[in-house]
């Protein structure tokens, strides 16, 4: 039988860390790592703009399935009626992807944003579009365009039972709410690999003064890619002995995927918002990723300014949106919170075995001495 578990009670035995343990581990700023120089949102979340709201589910079955979904909602009404404008940047397209034409074509979202493991994307988006076809006033939709995205879990999660159940996309869907965002090993990012290390769920924000618009970006994150860790700079990959082509025989490639959820409230149109989207594989390339040949690397960027809402059924959109001079502060905004949302998924990711192997978390007291011995006195 499934065994899907929400986050709350996310505590069974030894292969479900309790979250008293999976608190316990910090964040990146409880290590003094806060890139950039905009100030976080209170959440320092996606969630800091108002409206979005995250849900999970994480899934496991015995000693083989280790998965889950997120669910990113991009305000609290329909999505399918109150349509927001969106756009998609591509760093690397090994990747599944459900809904991604659609999007690209119309520049909007009707749906909201699922994350999940590679080979259950097509079970994901048919459960979406089952709940949202049952949401009142789509008594009368007859398309609608499900945006699902992935990275392969299959090291710790037996990937090929495609494990995920439309109940486990209800329970993240219906569960989503606006406050703190559980990270780690949770949701979608329960069975992924990050740097060699466990990696999952991570998130963060900037709010920009008001001398720059006031504007908040913020970023969610499914870590499962390779490289060579670096974090704010710091080398960690290389003094932990753990990085992509180490060793004479090289055979760690650095293979691996990246999915990345952009949320502003800043009026942008979806050609702007494209421009966001790509500079937040500048944040994914902080960290030291190789972008592989074998990684999918995605980044969804979708704005909630009602200034840019799009009725569904709107003969005429009228709308005010920033210019283009008044983009830069946003781009570096993303470029931040990129970057230290992808270091709370591999701080925050607890360890976690399944199909006879373990994939341990990152060793907070050896991180603490790296960093500690490159910065300055």
């Given at each position: 039988m499934n065994v899907s578990v929400a986050l709350s009670f996310a505590a069974a035995a030894n292969l479900l860390p309790g979250s008293a343990w999976a608190q316990a581990r910090p964040r990146a700023r409880e290590l003094g790592i806060a890139p950039g120089v905009f100030t976080p949102g209170a959440n320092n979340a996606i969630t800091d703009v108002v409206g979005v709201k995250v849900g999970q589910a994480t899934v496991n079955e015995a000693d083989r399935v280790r998965t889950g979904i997120t669910a990113i909602l991009p305000h609290s009404g329909n999505a399918y009626l109150s349509r927001v404008p969106a756009a998609l940047h591509v760093g690397n397209a090994f990747g599944k992807l459900v809904g991604a034409t659609q999007l690209r074509e119309l520049g909007e979202l009707e749906t909201p944003i699922l994350l999940t493991c590679t080979l259950c994307v097509w079970k994901a988006a048919d459960a979406m579009a089952e709940w949202?076809?049952?949401?009142?006033?789509?008594?009368?939709?007859?398309?609608?365009?499900?945006?699902?995205?992935?990275?392969?879990?299959?090291?710790?999660?037996?990937?090929?039972?495609?494990?995920?159940?439309?109940?486990?996309?209800?329970?993240?869907?219906?569960?989503?709410?606006?406050?703190?965002?559980?990270?780690?090993?949770?949701?979608?990012?329960?069975?992924?690999?990050?740097?060699?290390?466990?990696?999952g769920i991570g998130t963060s924000s900037r709010k920009l003064p008001t001398s720059l618009g006031g504007h908040t970006v913020g970023v969610i994150v499914q870590s499962n890619y390779g490289g060579v860790l670096q974090m704010d700079g710091v080398p960690v990959g290389k003094e932990?002995?753990?990085?992509?082509?180490?060793?004479?025989?090289?055979?760690?490639?650095?293979?691996?995927?990246?999915?990345?959820?952009?949320?502003?409230?800043?009026?942008?149109?979806?050609?702007?918002?494209?421009?966001?989207?790509?500079?937040?594989?500048?944040?994914?390339?902080?960290?030291?990723?190789?972008?592989?040949?074998?990684?999918?690397?995605?980044?969804?960027?979708?704005?909630?300014?009602?200034?840019?809402?799009?009725?569904?059924?709107?003969?005429?959109?009228?709308?005010?949106?920033?210019?283009?001079?008044?983009?830069?502060?946003?781009?570096?905004?993303?470029?931040?919170?990129?970057?230290?949302?992808?270091?709370?998924?591999?701080?925050?990711?607890?360890?976690?075995?399944?199909?006879?192997?373990?994939?341990?978390?990152?060793?907070?007291?050896?991180?603490?001495?790296?960093?500690?011995?490159?910065?300055?006195?």
């Amino acid at each position: 039988m499934n065994v899907s578990v929400a986050l709350s009670f996310a505590a069974a035995a030894n292969l479900l860390p309790g979250s008293a343990w999976a608190q316990a581990r910090p964040r990146a700023r409880e290590l003094g790592i806060a890139p950039g120089v905009f100030t976080p949102g209170a959440n320092n979340a996606i969630t800091d703009v108002v409206g979005v709201k995250v849900g999970q589910a994480t899934v496991n079955e015995a000693d083989r399935v280790r998965t889950g979904i997120t669910a990113i909602l991009p305000h609290s009404g329909n999505a399918y009626l109150s349509r927001v404008p969106a756009a998609l940047h591509v760093g690397n397209a090994f990747g599944k992807l459900v809904g991604a034409t659609q999007l690209r074509e119309l520049g909007e979202l009707e749906t909201p944003i699922l994350l999940t493991c590679t080979l259950c994307v097509w079970k994901a988006a048919d459960a979406m579009a089952e709940w949202m076809l049952a949401q009142p006033g789509m008594e009368r939709v007859r398309s609608i365009n499900p945006v699902v995205g992935e990275t392969n879990d299959g090291g710790l999660n037996d990937i090929r039972s495609r494990p995920i159940t439309a109940a486990d996309v209800k329970r993240a869907l219906e569960s989503a709410t606006d406050g703190p965002v559980e990270e780690g090993s949770v949701g979608a990012g329960r069975g992924t690999v990050a740097f060699g290390w466990k990696g999952g769920i991570g998130t963060s924000s900037r709010k920009l003064p008001t001398s720059l618009g006031g504007h908040t970006v913020g970023v969610i994150v499914q870590s499962n890619y390779g490289g060579v860790l670096q974090m704010d700079g710091v080398p960690v990959g290389k003094e932990m002995n753990q990085y992509a082509y180490r060793g004479a025989a090289g055979t760690e490639r650095g293979d691996g995927s990246v999915m990345v959820v952009v949320a502003t409230d800043a009026p942008l149109s979806d050609r702007n918002l494209e421009r966001l989207a790509a500079r937040a594989m500048l944040g994914v390339g902080r960290t030291g990723a190789s972008a592989s040949n074998g990684s999918g690397d995605y980044v969804l960027a979708f704005s909630t300014a009602a200034e840019v809402r799009r009725a569904w059924d709107a003969r005429r959109l009228t709308t005010t949106e920033l210019a283009n001079e008044e983009s830069s502060a946003l781009f570096q905004a993303v470029i931040e919170a990129t970057e230290e949302a992808v270091y709370n998924s591999i701080l925050k990711a607890t360890t976690v075995s399944a199909a006879g192997r373990t994939v341990d978390a990152i060793n907070i007291d050896r991180l603490k001495e790296i960093l500690v011995r490159y910065r300055p006195k």
